[in-house]
């Protein structure tokens, strides 16, 4: 356990660079201790996943930050709030709860951090690039950001990611590191001639998350993708059911041009096979709601939805024109949306039941009007955490098939 | 009275404490598996279910889970429902960050220590202490007759 420090980190230990500073480089020398690395490195920006309220420790941790007149180092994106500060009357929560989750959003700002309040802070300018070394929290951020970007970082979460961001540093171990990106477990989809539906994506994700324990997964004979959002949804999946914090893609991911690439010249411990009826099978398990049943709303956008899948959606709800006012929560960061009114792109939209929701997601705050009836989602990740955090039945479908079913008012799905 | 042992270990959060040890083979998650609020262990799949950490030395061979660990250990010690200290066969980078914020926040300190942890039983008498060098000490009064034998 010899963590060697340079001047600039020695300075911040030593109160030179104030309070803040001073604790932040104090608990991620700890961490760096406890993960047994020798030394940090610099990073170019950093992702916070802190300001989702669960207690008071949380905020008490920023609140003291910003007192000690703390300041991020690079730039920092936040992920998303309990409370949609764009549409606040959408949020049904006591003033108790309010405060303080209010409160929470707007330390980090006052800690320099961008208000992003996306979990999908690759789809913002700050997108980073192929190589860089960055810290981020959040799931689906992480695994996206390392295996369809390229760039590198760990599975950060609570309180280590923000001290990342007010040092600019992180732990040189882990996924920083070439040697420790490579593939360990091959997985081939033996699916002849596959269709890239958004489906298949999902249900390869939620296969290699369960299969590949601490083992990174290297992925063989996936479809070129339509565009990545399905890789933003095969990750958000295997981060779901599992801790996957980095995939290859053979042919399709940016370090895995080959299969040689991507186990960087070893074997693989494992080869596991994905047929056609094991896609099946996990999709069914995400969904116990039979066809016909009657439908309360559907949730699209977990991860938050790109300015394209919007440009998918709009057209097919002006061609399907679900009348019943079933409503159609779409979660999007605020830039997206932004950019969606300057386009007038959703005007007379709510006519068909779209509420778009921004800064938060339906799955971790009360948003929903109805909670008795069957949700339809396109999202992995939704259908995997929505009943145990909001107590609701999912039923998930490709998005074409939820507009539908908004429309008929109960679940249908093709055949597929 | 059996007499106590002594053995060394390192600190990840110094601090000194007394309890009871609470002695688990299998690592427990934090996040999910201790309420906050109670100190008592809620994981239905772990063998410690119904049991309540607060006030006592929680020994086991590592920790585990979701990184939202450090925050519920954090809320805990400053609930008071959390264990006087932790002592752990491997360091735990996610316990040592809630320890560590914890000690900022609220000056309590929660003392973290790597040590081997053969031998002890629930219910033996722990104390932590720090030695001249800076290493915890950590004495054991074992709490029955060890005619039963002992690994250490």
């Not at chain 1, 104030?18 to 020798?38: E, Q």
């Amino acid at each position: 356990m010899t963590l060697e420090l340079n001047a600039r980190d020695r300075s911040m230990l030593d109160g030179e660079q104030g309070p803040s500073a001073a604790a932040a480089m104090k608990i991620l020398v700890a961490f760096s201790n406890a993960v047994g690395a020798d030394s940090l490195l610099d990073i170019s920006g950093a992702h916070i996943d802190g300001c989702l309220f669960h207690g008071k420790a949380g905020l008490d941790f920023v609140e003291r930050l910003v007192e000690g007149g703390g300041r991020v180092q690079v730039l920092t994106t936040l992920n998303v709030g309990s409370f949609d500060l764009i549409h606040p009357g959408m949020v049904k929560m006591p003033a108790a709860e309010e405060v303080p989750a209010r409160r929470l959003m707007k330390a980090h700002l006052e800690l320099g951090c961008q208000a992003t309040f996306t979990c999908a802070p690759y789809q913002t300018r700050f997108r980073p690039s192929f190589g860089e070394q960055i810290a981020w929290g959040e799931s689906n951020a992480i695994v996206f950001a390392n295996s369809v970007i390229g760039a590198r970082t760990n599975r950060y979460g609570d309180f280590i990611d923000l001290c990342c961001a007010m040092t600019g540093r992180a732990p040189a171990w882990g996924l920083h590191l070439s040697e420790n990106r490579r593939g360990r477990i091959l997985f081939e989809l033996d699916v002849p001639d596959p269709e890239p539906s958004d489906s298949l994506f999902v249900g390869v994700g939620l296969i290699i998350g369960q299969a590949s324990g601490d083992r990174i997964p290297v992925i063989t004979g996936l479809p070129r993708p339509r565009d990545e959002d399905q890789l933003k949804a095969l990750g958000a999946a295997a981060a779901t059911t599992g801790a996957v914090a980095l995939f290859h893609a053979v042919g399709v991911t940016p370090e895995a041009s080959t299969l040689d690439e991507a186990f960087q010249g070893h074997a693989p411990d494992e080869t596991i096979r994905i047929s056609r009826a094991d896609i099946g099978h996990a999709l069914a398990r995400l969904s116990g709601v039979p066809d016909g049943a009657p439908l309360a709303a559907v949730s699209l956008g977990t991860p938050h939805f790109s300015h394209q899948e919007w440009m998918r959606l709009l057209p097919l709800l002006r061609e399907v024109a679900p009348g019943r006012r079933i409503p159609i929560y779409v979660n999007t960061g605020r830039a997206t949306l932004t950019r969606l009114q300057e386009e007038g792109a959703l005007a007379g939209m709510e006519a068909f039941g779209l509420i778009p929701v921004a800064d938060t997601c339906t799955y971790v705050t009360s948003i929903l009007e109805r909670l008795d009836g069957v949700v339809m989602t396109n999202s992995g990740k939704w259908a995997h955490y929505a009943p145990g955090n909001i107590g609701v039945s999912v039923a998930f479908a490709e998005m074409k098939d939820c507009i539908r079913s908004a429309a008929v008012g109960y679940v249908v799905r093709s055949a597929s | 009275m059996t007499r106590p042992v002594q053995r060394t270990g390192t600190f990840q959060l110094t601090g000194e404490a007394e309890g009871l040890a609470l002695v688990f083979s299998q690592p427990l998650s934090f996040w999910g598996g201790i309420d906050a609020e109670t100190g008592d262990i809620t994981d239905h799949s772990h063998p410690g279910l119904g049991q309540n950490v607060a006030g006592k030395i929680l020994v086991m061979p590592s920790g585990r889970g979701s990184s939202s660990s450090s925050s519920v250990l954090a809320e805990a010690i400053r609930r008071g429902t959390a264990p006087a200290g932790i002592l752990l066969e491997r360091p735990d980078p996610i316990l040592a960050v809630g320890a560590i914020v914890a000690e900022f926040l609220y000056e309590i300190r929660m003392p973290l220590v790597v040590c081997d942890i053969a031998g002890i039983a629930s219910g033996d008498g722990i104390a932590i202490g720090t030695g001249v060098d800076g290493r915890a000490i950590v004495t054991i009064q074992p709490a029955i007759n060890p005619a039963v034998p002992r690994h250490s």
